[in-house]
């Protein structure tokens, strides 16, 4: 059934609205639907008591001091339906332009990434870092040791040794010629008993006439002589830059060289229960014992040594640099002039066609922002104008 309609009519008989087939149709449909034959009634006897009631006139006074009150709650409630279109299409415009931005940056990080990486010449060797590592995380952090009296109690194995420093050193030098100054650090560290642990070369064509040179040395020298080196090196040439890093390693030391003892004590007493022992399987277990006790000695031996022969012989990076030499004749500045024109004139050519192909390729990429920033201007501007109308 169609109640809609024929709440419609109910509404429309009270109004004495209806013709007299509605009228017909009407009370038909009431004696068959109760819900509406109620609502009938109901209706009914509403505007029974509507005809009953006292009509009352308001004064000026009074009509004015409503709309008064109607106009300012009006004007106190905010519409923000109104805004929504302006939200989303500021949204929307912000959303295209930082899409936009984040692939410019992204494009500009990606041809940062292929910045040459060469050189190398400051770090150290990696078995220096690591060593390194293994001294600073190994550092102790207790200091103060107390005992129940409250008077300080001072452990020898806590003292500061200055045998069990590691000396590292480092030097940029400018060289009015390299092959020479390189020459004189491989004698001269051959005669204090050192070594060079690592070295290489580079050069950098700078003419058909002259070739600039540059390259590093890692020499490991006697701790005893390892000032008097830095000294006698930086006298080689023009020394940029010097310094020098110290690593105390004697909590370190002392600690492995502790657990050492230990396991050590542990290797006599499992190789005292071997021999005592009767049944296989008691052998089995106890010479598992012993491999794993071994391992852990033969771990912090190694670690030992190398700490002895770095404390024995120091690290010294250095840079060589090979400086130009002014000559004594007069050289004329238009030599090659006519291939260095050319080689110039091709590049600049070369330059302007990456410039435009780049530009171009930019437009290209952009463009569907472009299309879409108009499009939600557009949009905009059409529903900023069905909102005013």
Known sequence: MDHERYIELISRKIDNDLDE???????????????????????????????????YELGEHDK??????????????????????YAAGI??????????????????RSNDSASDNSGGYNDFDSRDQWEEGISNEGASTDEDNKGQDGIEKT???????????????????????????????S?????????????????????????????????????????????I????????????????ITQQYQDVQGELDSYMIQEERLLDYLSKAERIEDMLSIESELTRVRNEINSRLTLLKNWDKEVAYSTIHI????????????????????????EAFVESINFLLKFIVDAAIIVVK????????????????????KIRK
């Open 366 to 385: 952009f463009l569907p922002f472009a299309v879409a920033i108009s499009a939600s201007a557009a949009i905009l501007g059409i529903l900023i104008r």
């Open 91 to 108: 949204i929307l415009v912000l959303v295209m332009v930082g899409t936009t931005l984040s692939n410019f940056f992204i494009m500009g």
């Open 233 to 248: 090196i930086e006298g080689y040439g023009d020394a940029a830059s010097s310094g020098v890093t110290s690593t105390n």
């Open 155 to 185: 452990d020898s194995s806590q003292e500061f040794d200055v045998s069990k420093i590691i000396y590292r050193g480092n030097i940029s030098l400018y060289s009015e010629d390299y092959k020479e100054t390189t020459d004189k650090i």
């Open 21 to 55: 087939n509605e009228k017909k149709e009407l009370d038909e449909h009431l004696q068959s639907c109760d819900e509406c034959s109620k609502y009938y009634h109901e209706m009914k006897e509403s505007r029974e008591l509507l005809k009953g009631m006292v009509d």
């Open 64 to 85: 004015k001091q409503i709309l008064k009150k109607m106009k300012d709650s009006k004007a106190k409630k905010t519409n923000f339906k109104k805004y929504l279109p």
């Open 319 to 342: 840079n060589i640099f090979e400086k130009s030499l002014p000559t004594s004749s007069v050289k004329s500045p238009f030599e090659n002039f006519g291939k260095r024109a050319r």
């Open 187 to 231: 004698v001269y560290v051959d005669s204090v008993g050192g070594f060079i642990q690592e070295s290489n070369a580079n050069y950098y064509d700078v003419s058909d006439e002259r070739s600039e040179k540059s390259g590093y040395m890692i020499i490991r020298v006697p701790t005893r002589v390892f000032s008097e080196t830095m000294n």
